[in-house]
């Protein structure tokens, strides 16, 4: 993704949706940007149930965002 383009997402947190304009490309970056501090959060691809949810669904460091992509914020103490 282009650094100087903003792409928006939905990224969901206890149930709650918050859209979220990114221009990150690092999972560290756009929890900080959504306001989720990265010690404390990893982001996963909204496509499966939390349960069905590993590692391979995991937002790695090293993300390519297009808009409207939903991903939901899940606290390190959940995992």
Known sequence: MDMSSTTTITVKINGQERTVSA???TETQLLSEAGFPP??????WDDLPLAD??????VGQSITLEDGDRLVAI????Q
Not at 75 to 78: E, G
């Open 39 to 44: 010690s404390e959060y990893r982001l996963y």
């Open 23 to 25: 221009s990150v490309e």
């Open 75 to 78: 606290p390190l103490s959940r």
């Open 53 to 58: 949810r590993g590692e391979d669904h995991r």
